[in-house]
């Protein structure tokens, strides 16, 4: 397995623009996270699947944004209407069972909203 | 507020030195405690962590040491050397968090040859 893959790494949209991200987990894992890192802040707790279940959602993650794992495997994060304060790095962990030492994080999308 | 915290933007060490990188929480039902590396254009990499029933995890050149009555901890890193240099994370969770990490802003460390 080669870890947590995610598409694209860069993505450049305009504004009012709708972007779509994907990440690929490490297949044993049936937990997979999003969140999303700004300039000089650490990564920030977006939302979270087990399996194909969106079980928890942080305040952070507006109604612009969804996330689905439809099919329990990869999951996609769209954001509709993109402004520019949505420029950030979107990454993307998996784990198993929420197991903490195994928790393994993708490369990232750097979204840019001009 | 912030529940995680570490207050050093920025470390600069000579490499063979030792690195200290130091992180406060306030959340008192935190119960588990990892530190991140990162390298620019890459994700978090886990290096170390700590469960609250101990007070200090060792992995080679890297030590951790949890002070639970300060609600602290720091990464010692012996001996520093130059492939060190990178943005360290520090993170918490508690044992209903289903594996969600509350994180600092890094401290960005610099190791000179």
């Known amino acids: 397995d080669t870890g947590v893959s995610q598409d694209p790494r860069h993505k450049i949209t305009k504004r009012g623009q709708n972007v779509t991200f994907r990440c690929d987990p490490i297949s044993e894992h049936n937990r997979l996270y999003w969140y999303r890192q700004t300039l000089g802040q650490g990564p920030e707790f977006l939302t979270y699947?087990?399996?194909?279940?969106?079980?928890?959602k942080s305040r952070l993650l507006s109604d612009r944004f969804s996330a689905e794992r439809p099919k329990g495997s990869f999951s996609t994060l769209e954001i509709q209407r993109t402004e520019q304060g949505d420029s950030a790095m979107y990454l993307c962990a998996s784990s198993f069972l929420g197991e903490l030492n195994g928790y393994t994080f993708g490369s990232g999308t750097r979204l840019t909203v001009v | 507020d912030q529940q995680v915290k570490q207050n050093s933007p920025s470390l600069s060490v000579q490499e063979g030195r030792i690195s200290i990188l130091n992180c406060d929480y306030t959340n008192s039902m935190f119960d588990y405690f990892l530190w991140y590396k990162k390298y620019p254009a890459e994700g978090p990499t886990f290096l170390i962590s700590i469960s609250s029933i101990k007070d200090k995890n060792e992995d080679g050149r890297f030590t951790v040491f949890l002070n639970k009555s300060a609600k602290h901890l720091s990464l010692h890193i012996v001996p520093s050397q130059p492939g060190d240099s990178a943005v360290y994370f520090c993170?918490?969770?508690?044992?209903?968090?289903?594996?969600?990490?509350?994180f600092g802003k890094g401290t960005k460390l610099s190791v000179k040859p």
């Open positions: 699947f087990q399996n194909e279940a969106q079980l928890e």
């Open positions: 993170a918490s969770a508690y044992g209903g968090s289903q594996g969600n990490l509350i």
